[in-house]
């Protein structure tokens, strides 16, 4: 007899849904849906996770430990690859110090039971890390530079703003889970608008929809904030919880509306309507991630911070600007000591591996991620990867990454996936269970990093089943009645660190407990040439999770453009994408709804099939906080 299991999604996500398995007696898992006990997911899942088994039983999936044998990557036994690996990691340590030893972790597993793998590298080492955060990194240091933290407001909190405006936001997309809660507040009366250069279905939410040139948002937010000044609508108490109020007023009135409007590319009557929802509040900025995603993405969050705190609508009920919630904030992470001799910036870590001298990077050990596909200039990533010693990549499929390592560990996925996990959506703590049975051939992270351990003399430091570590990172919630057997047997519960509105009462975690508004400029985004007239976003796509299809991506990349800006090529036919470093072959597709000055792909297109936006990337740095200047790449389209 069928037995329904409930677990989370362990997905790079915000929303950490809740869901139900129907596991057949055999162990193989029949059906996932939606938890409806799931107080945030309320009982539906996405697109890409609803079709998840396509990907838990492919043939594609790995069962069985790789090695590198005479260039080709061919089946080995645990014992041999765990040896290889030991043996070369061992020797490159005593013969180049650790710091020669680069381990690099993404979330493909949004857990934290993954941590012991970095545990285990300090242990070993310290080795070299990362630093940096291609996701959110320019918003976080963002808010952290205006608020003195980054969090949000709960979800629910949204029916309590009048306004809510969604600023580079696809939530039918990316944070599905948060339609409802937008629904409820525009069924309640709430004014629904979208801040977005790409026309996308999340419009349909909406009673207006403006389209700013892409990275003009900074020149948007500064000419609101001129209307908002000159119009007397910002807050009157304003001074007392913002600091720098004269000089972001002097900021925002360095230039003339008309040159704001111009320079985003907007007309005044937009800034005018944003300026007047913010005024009449209390209104909900979500800022969308894709905005720190550019040379000036720190400096657009930062002035959106600013309209937020100059209206008041900060750290009221249904005024807020929100980012993200702080998921590491409930557990305890205090066994990593943050010590890493060296740190390698994610967006530059093609050639910062290839710069990197005294010692130079000889091991890179790859952990739930997919930097060839996922990180900008694959090309360079890739041969950063090809000419080192000795790559390991654990994953369960043959990645761009995977297929350039020397040793490839097979690991679970997520419905054999055993962690606690936090939501970037939203406040609710929860863990994991296998729920279906996994292929003989295969381990957990946790599982592998010990198996390792026990080969260099460290099996103590990381002795542990997945239990005893999932109880040590709810250390800091247990003496709140949050412990492991109620989230086993309740489901996810509300961490209590964080009360439901964020930053309330306007006391901020700056040193002065202020809000600090930004005074200076940030840079131009970039700006379409004669010769390079689309600006590239690359953009999550509901068939995907980065760069995990649920089923594959087949035939060239969909290039989605203007009709007017296709160079006369018919919609569905094949074309040439081409950026300062790189080419690729496209489909095109027409869509009068766009700008004219933007070229739409989806991102996590694969590397090895020509269908990897990445491909086309510089990898840039955006203003702060170490993210990548993904969606500042201009582009042309050639006929072919
Ligand atoms: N289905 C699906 N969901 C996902 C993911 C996925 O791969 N697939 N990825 C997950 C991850 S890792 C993350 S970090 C989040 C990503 O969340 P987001 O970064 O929000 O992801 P996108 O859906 O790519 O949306 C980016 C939005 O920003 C807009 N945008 C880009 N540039 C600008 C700009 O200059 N100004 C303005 N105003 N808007 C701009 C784009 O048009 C787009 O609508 O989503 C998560 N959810
Ligand atoms: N051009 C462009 N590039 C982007 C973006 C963009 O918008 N445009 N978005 C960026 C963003 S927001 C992000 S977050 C990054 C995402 O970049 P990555 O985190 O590298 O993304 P994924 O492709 O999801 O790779 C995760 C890998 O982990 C594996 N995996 C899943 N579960 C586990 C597990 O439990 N253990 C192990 N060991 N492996 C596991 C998966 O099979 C997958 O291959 O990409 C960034 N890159
Ligand atoms: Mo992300």
Not at 73 to 92: K, N, S
Not at 164 to 184: E, K, M, Q
Not at 264 to 283: C, I, K, M
């Amino acid at each position: 007899m069928a037995t329904r299991l409930k677990t989370l999604c362990n997905r790079d996500c915000p929303d950490v849904c809740g869901i139900v398995a129907t596991v057949e007696d055999d162990g193989r898992v029949s059906r996932i849906q939606g938890d409806k006990d799931h107080p945030i997911t309320q009982g539906f899942l996405c697109e890409r996770t609803s079709k998840y088994l396509d990907r838990q039983y492919s043939p594609e999936r790995l069962t069985t430990p790789l090695v590198r044998r005479g260039g080709t990557l061919e089946p080995a036994t645990w014992d041999e690859a765990l040896d290889v690996i030991a043996e070369r990691l061992v020797a490159i340590r005593r013969e180049s110090g650790p710091a020669a030893i680069f381990h690099y972790r993404s979330a493909g597993s949004m857990g934290f039971v993954n941590s012991v793998t970095s545990y285990f590298f300090e242990q070993f080492g310290p080795v070299t890390d990362r630093t940096g955060d291609i996701c959110s990194g320019a918003g976080e240091w963002a808010q952290t530079a205006d608020f003195g933290d980054f969090e949000m407001a709960d979800p629910s909190d949204l029916t309590n703003a009048k306004q809510i405006i969604l600023w580079g936001r696809n939530i039918y997309v990316s944070w599905t889970h948060l339609l409802p809660f937008v629904r409820d507040a525009r069924a309640a009366g709430a004014g629904v608008v979208l801040v977005d250069p790409v026309h996308h279905r999340t419009a349909e939410l909406c009673d207006r929809v403006f389209q700013p040139r892409p990275g003009g948002d900074f020149a948007l937010a500064m000419a609101i904030a001129r209307v908002l000044f000159e119009r007397g609508w910002t807050h009157p108490d304003a001074a007392r919880w913002c600091d720098h109020l004269d000089g972001f007023r002097a900021l925002a009135e360095s230039k003339a509306l008309a040159a704001w409007c111009a320079a985003a590319d907007v007309g005044p009557e937009v800034a005018e309507d944003l300026a007047r929802r913010l005024h009449e509040g209390p209104a909900t900025i979500l800022v969308g991630w894709g905005l720190g995603r550019r040379l000036n993405g720190a400096g657009i969050v930062r002035a959106l911070d600013a309209l937020g705190a100059i209206t008041g609508n900060v750290g009221i009920p249904g005024g807020a600007v929100s980012f993200e919630a702080k998921r590491r904030r409930p557990f305890d992470l205090s066994f990593l000591a943050d010590s890493a001799p060296r740190r390698i910036m994610e967006p530059q870590l093609g050639e910062q591996i290839l710069a990197a001298t005294d010692p130079p990077i000889r091991a890179v050990w790859i952990t739930a991620g997919n930097p060839v596909a996922m990180l900008p200039d694959s090309q360079t990533t890739a041969r950063a990867l090809e000419t080192r010693e000795l790559v390991v990549v654990a994953d369960s499929f043959l990645t761009d990454t995977a297929e350039r390592a020397h040793v490839v560990l097979p690991t679970t996925t997520l419905l054999e996936n055993d962690d606690v996990l936090g939501a970037y959506g939203h406040h609710h703590v929860g863990v994991t269970r296998p729920v279906a049975a996994r292929p003989p051939g295969v381990k957990s992270d946790l599982e592998i990093i010990q198996a390792l351990a026990a080969r260099v003399g460290l099996a103590d430091k990381v002795a542990g089943d997945a239990r005893a570590w999932k109880r040590r990172l709810l250390r800091k919630l247990e003496p709140h009645g949050i412990t492991l057997e109620r989230l086993e047997e309740q489901g996810p519960v509300r961490h209590p660190f964080v009360t439901p509105i964020a930053f309330a009462d306007r006391r901020f975690a700056t040193p002065s407990g202020r809000a600090n508004l930004m005074t200076e400029p940030p840079a131009s985004p970039a700006i379409p040439t004669a010769e390079f007239p689309l600006v590239l976003l690359s953009l999550s796509t509901e068939k995907a999770q980065a760069s995990q299809w649920s089923r594959p991506l087949v035939g060239p990349l969909p290039l989605t453009v203007h009709p007017d800006s296709a160079h006369g090529i018919p919609d569905g036919a094949t074309a040439r994408l081409e950026s300062a470093i790189g080419s690729i072959v496209v489909r095109v597709v027409h869509d009068p709804a766009q700008r004219r000055d933007v070229a739409l792909v989806p991102k996590g297109g694969r590397f090895r099939d020509g269908q990897c936006a990445n491909a086309l990337i510089r990898a840039r740095l955006s203003d702060h906080g170490g993210g990548a200047a993904l969606s500042d790449e201009l582009v042309r389209l050639v006929a072919i």
